[in-house]
Each structure stands twice: as C-alpha cells, then as structure tokens.
C-alpha cells in the first residue's frame, strides 16, 4: 500500500481503536479479579481538572470518525456521549470501527487539500488543509486521548503494557 490520506489515517485509527477495545477487555477481567465494581474506571482522572475516563474515550472516538469524515467529504455522525459503562464504551468504539472502516479510499482523493473548518464556541474557526488537519489536529488529539485512556488504566492497576497500547503487527 503507497502512503496516501486514507492509509495514514483509517488504518491507523482502526488498529488503535481496537487496542483501546481490548483494553477495556482487560480492565473488565482486572476488576473481577480483584472483585470490585467497574464503575469505579469512570471516575478515573490524573488531576482534578481533567475530564474522566468514558470522556477520554469519546474524545478519541470523535477525533477518529470526525478525520475520517472530514477527510472523506463524509458526514461526521453525531454519538450521544452518554457510555458510563465498560460496555457502553465498548460499543461505541465498535460503532466508531465499523464507521472508520466504512469509509472508501476513493474519497479521499485530493484529501490532503480539502479545506477543513472546525467551529469553535468562542472563536474563529479553526481551519486547515486536509493534510496539516491529519498531521496536526487531528492524529496528535486522537494519541492524547487515547494514551490518557490507557494511562488511567494502568494507574489503577490494570494489566496493560507497551504491547497493548502498541498492537499487533498489521
């Protein structure tokens, strides 16, 4: 496969997505070990004024499915933000999957010069070519997200490593 938007982006964001997944499959068994309630992730948070863990994932998620649908001259499907559970949150990184793999590499021709505009509340928009969106909005919020995911994660005890965080050779 040569280099292009749609294979630095749909494969990339699909491979983590399902990592983050088998996280959570991880934090499941880790809380049945150690015989308490799930619930307990969603509090989650490195420092008082950050967001907790299920917000963490949905950001992810909306970073991934925004990309791809922006880079794709897609429709960006709206999520409730509502998961408060391992489930909850499971599902919708299965339903960002299936939307991120959804979307054909012929879309994305001339990506890499399409004109993205993000609103902001109270700000100008930001605005970018699809290329310098991919390389510096969009990949490195994904990345922050999800490793701050799996940071919560491994601070409370759960068992994930680099190898989880990194996957499977594709």
Request: glycine letters at 4%; one cysteine or more.
């Amino acid at each position: 496969m040569s280099f292009t938007m749609y294979s630095a982006s749909v494969p990339v964001f699909d491979r983590m997505l399902n990592n983050m997944s088998r996280w959570l499959d991880k934090a499941q068994a880790h809380a049945e070990t150690k015989k308490f309630d799930t619930s307990v992730y969603m509090a989650l948070r490195l420092a008082p004024d950050m967001f907790p863990f299920p917000r963490q994932i949905q950001i992810a998620s909306d970073n991934a499915k925004g990309c791809v649908a922006r880079l794709a001259g897609m429709e960006v499907p709206r999520y409730e933000d509502n998961e408060s559970t391992l489930d909850e949150l499971r599902e919708r990184i299965a339903k960002t999957i299936a939307f991120v793999k959804s979307a054909k590499e012929a879309n994305f021709a001339d990506a890499e010069n399409r004109a993205i505009e993000l609103p902001r509340r109270n700000a100008e928009p930001l605005r970018f070519k699809g290329e310098d969106y991919l390389r510096f909005h969009a990949l490195p919020n994904f990345f922050f997200h999800a490793t701050t995911a799996y940071a919560l994660l491994r601070h409370a005890g759960v068992d994930v490593g680099k190898s989880d965080y990194m996957g499977t050779k594709p």
